[in-house]
Structures are given as structure tokens and as C-alpha cells.
Nanobody, 126 residues
């Protein structure tokens, strides 16, 4: 059974940092691009960041470009989302997702991701 387990969420003041992690039980891990999405109360889930199966390509939503950084450690089957300069509008539930893909660039489309985690809450206070 495939599992994606997120960790690292919490409450932080505006301007602070958090690092989210996502541990995946999928094999082989390096066949999968990985993505992060978030959902704020009353809003639709939106793409935040993605990393290709190779780890060579990343892409970010405009709202987080320059503040968030996504990386992967294939030896640990884990991806990390480093979030800096957090803003209140970054508040939401953050979901990790996996897409089996050999394409060089990770997709931003939710429907392309096969597996999802349960989410971790991130709250940024002003």
C-alpha cells in the first residue's frame, strides 16, 4: 500500500520558516515526480511546488517563487519543502503528491498526481 506521510507543519509568525517533509513508500521512488499543493479554508487546492523524478527540474507557483525551495533525497524516499519568509496567505493544509512520470518537468496539474498524503497544517500568524 502506497503511503505518503507529511511532517513539519505548525504555527509560525510571519517572516519565519518551516521545513516540510514527505516520506513515501512508493518504489522505485525515482520513477516519480513529487509535488506539493495547499488548500486554504474556503479555497480550492492549488499547486505550490514540484520536482522532477531526476531532481534536476523544479517549478514553483508565482506566489512562492524565491521563498520556497523543494528538494529530494532518493536514498531516504523523501522530499523536503523549505519555506522561508512565510506570509499569512501561506496558511493552509499542505499536501504531498506523487506522479509517475519520466517527463523532464513536474506537472502543476492535480489530476496527474496518482498518490496523495493526508496533509499537514501550516498556520502563519501576522
Amino acid at each position: 500500500q502506497v503511503q505518503l506521510v507529511e511532517a513539519g507543519g505548525g504555527l509560525v509568525q510571519a517572516g519565519g520558516s518551516l521545513r516540510l517533509s514527505c516520506a513515501a513508500s512508493i518504489r522505485p521512488f525515482n520513477f516519480y515526480a513529487m509535488g506539493w499543493f495547499r488548500q486554504a479554508p474556503g479555497k480550492e487546492r492549488e499547486f505550490v511546488a514540484g520536482i522532477s523524478w531526476s531532481g534536476k527540474m523544479t517549478r514553483y507557483a508565482d506566489s512562492v517563487e524565491g521563498r520556497f525551495s523543494l528538494s529530494r533525497d532518493d536514498a531516504k524516499n523523501t522530499v523536503y519543502l523549505q519555506m522561508n519568509s512565510l506570509k499569512p496567505e501561506d496558511t493552509g493544509v499542505y499536501y504531498c503528491a506523487a506522479e509517475r512520470s519520466s517527463y523532464y518537468m513536474p506537472t502543476t496539474q492535480m489530476r496527474e498526481y496518482h498518490y496523495w498524503g493526508q496533509g499537514t497544517q501550516v498556520t502563519v500568524s501576522s
